[in-house]
Structures are given as C-alpha cells and as structure tokens.
C-alpha cells in the first residue's frame, strides 16, 4: 500500500519559517504537492512538483513557499518562510500517478501535520 507521511507541522509565530517533509513509499510519482485546509476553507492547493521539478503555487504563497523533491528519497518538502496567521491549516500531502494512454490517474493522500501561525 502507498503510505505518505508527513512531518514538520508546529506552532509559530508570523514571520517565521516552517519545513514540512512528506515521505512516499512505493514508487516515484508523477506529480506530488501540498495542500491545505482549516476550519474556514475549503481543501486548497498550495504547491505542486513534477518529476521533472517543474513547480506551481497558488497565488497566496508565490514567493514564500517553495517545493522541492528528492525522487532517491521519495520524499516532497515544503518550505515556508514569512508565515501569516491565514497559513494556518492541516497540511496534506498528495501523490498522483498517471498514464496519459489510457487517461488513468490515481492518487492518495497523507495524514496531515498542522500549522499553526500566531500573530
């Protein structure tokens, strides 16, 4: 079974920085990414990598998070500097495997690390 594992998650306070780490078992996925959800949104897309690194963020964190991959580890990493008190959400990790021949698309999802941003 895939397994994702997230870590990284704390309390802090505005301004400071946070690394999340997702650790994948299994085989190297397509795409992996982050995304968020709190009490009072909806689960959004924070950040996305491809195999390739290509990256995309969501509009509300460009220039202040950075994803990053390691694919000998299998591991996604979610760097956060300048941290706002809306960052605050339950973080989850997110592996998507693809074939484009048949149009198949499969993904799972980790079991969340919280961040909590103090103003």
């Known amino acids: 079974q895939v397994q994702l594992v997230e870590s990284g998650g704390g309390l802090i306070q505005a301004g400071g920085s946070l690394r999340l780490s997702c650790a994948a078992s299994g085989s190297i996925f397509n795409i992996m990414g982050w995304y968020r959800q709190s009490p009072e949104k909806q689960r959004e897309l924070v950040a996305t990598i491809t195999t390739d690194g290509t990256t995309n963020y969501a509009d509300s964190v460009k220039g202040r998070f950075t994803i990053s991959r390691d694919n000998v580890k299998n591991t996604v990493y979610l760097q956060m500097h300048s941290l706002r008190p809306e960052d605050t959400a339950v973080y989850y990790c997110?592996?998507?495997?693809?074939?484009?021949?048949?149009?198949?698309?499969?993904?799972?999802w980790g079991q969340g690390t919280q961040v909590t941003v103090s103003s």
């Open positions: 997110r592996a998507d495997s693809f074939r484009k021949a048949d149009s198949f698309r499969e993904f799972w």
